[in-house]
């Protein structure tokens, strides 16, 4: 999974994860006392981790590193893949090794599934809706993503078939009302990045008459904030094709198709990494 998560430190996570729960650097610290004092140490447990909701799955392989984190010799079956779709009640992974180090893991390993395949869920969701208007039209995620799990965050979105837009601040220039406001037009906004040498270079837009300064001043990719489906068409004549479209703003299932529809290459939906429920994935252990 690392190989798809350039710049993510796996074992840094797996390690600062634990230790938040398990209270590294407080008193009692370093512990699982409930699992110390209510399992033997010899104890080992199998279980089986479970979706109780149709879901789109994400995250599987970071719950086998937290198993296997802290206990290196048990035994892991993956039932699915990441990207799966899948029914209520369908097995996601088998498990046995020693009851102590899985329930101990348990909790985090859960957390990550839950939360990243809700992200891809709701991402999947979101595709369906945006085919209704256009066959040709990408999803893209956002940097609306939570402190330290943007590279996670991102990936679910890809799970669930979206493509992902800027990783951050670093890769891409996206010129924004503020960002005008201070150079004092779009196309003076744009001219500095490109002069920068930026590259590339998305500027947002929210008036028609904004467009030509900004392809004039070398944008790659016009960000079309808050327009109606019929103005984005107006948009997208405009452009004609001479830079990449992106609706973006006030987009969400019931509006997404007639966006789409209205000829734009992209849109971008920032409630996939902000607002996407948990799904619903247990964990049951017995001894072995």
């Given amino acids: ?33 409930t699992s110390e004092s209510v399992i033997p140490a010899d104890a080992r447990f199998s279980g089986v981790m479970d979706s109780r909701d149709a879901i789109v799955v994400a995250g599987l392989p970071l719950a086998e590193a937290f198993f296997r984190h802290l206990d290196p010799d048990c035994a892991i079956e993956c039932l699915v893949s990441d990207g799966d779709a899948v029914a209520a009640g369908t097995d996601l992974m088998r498990i046995e090794g020693k009851a ?22 709701m991402t999947r969701e979101y595709v369906t809706a945006m085919r209704q208007g256009s066959d040709s039209c990408t999803l ?54 490109r002069d920068a040498g930026v590259k590339p270079i998305i500027c947002e837009v929210d008036r028609l008459d904004q467009i030509e300064p900004a392809i004039a001043a070398g944008a790659h990719h016009l960000l079309l904030d808050n327009m109606s489906p019929e ?3 107006e948009a997208v004549a405009l452009v004609a094709g001479r830079t990449a ?3 973006s703003g006030g987009i969400n299932l019931d509006t997404i ?32």
């Avoid at 690392?2 to 407080?26: S, V």
């Avoid at 180090?101 to 891809?120: D, F, K, P």
Wanted: aromatic fraction near 4%; include cysteine.
């Fill in 1 to 33: 999974m690392t190989n798809t998560l350039p710049g993510f430190d796996l074992d840094k996570f797996l390690r600062e994860t634990l230790a938040e729960d398990l209270g590294d650097g407080l008193p009692g610290r370093g512990r699982d006392v």
């Fill in 245 to 247: 479209t992106e609706a």
């Fill in 140 to 193: 893209l995620d956002t940097r609306k993503t939570l402190p330290g799990l943007r590279h996670l965050e991102k990936y679910a979105t890809r799970m669930g078939g979206a493509q992902n837009h800027r990783m951050g601040l670093w890769d891409a220039a996206m010129i924004k009302d503020n960002h005008v406001a201070v150079a004092g037009s779009v196309g003076e906004a744009v001219r500095r990045a």
């Fill in 100 to 121: 102590r180090a899985l329930l101990t893991a348990e909790r985090s390993a859960l957390n990550i599934v839950q939360h990243l395949s809700g992200i891809a869920t």
């Fill in 231 to 233: 103005t984005l068409k």
């Fill in 257 to 288: 198709a007639a966006k789409a529809a209205s000829g734009v290459d992209y849109c971008s939906v920032g409630r996939l990494t902000q607002s996407a429920p948990a799904a619903d994935v247990g964990l049951d252990f017995a001894l072995v």
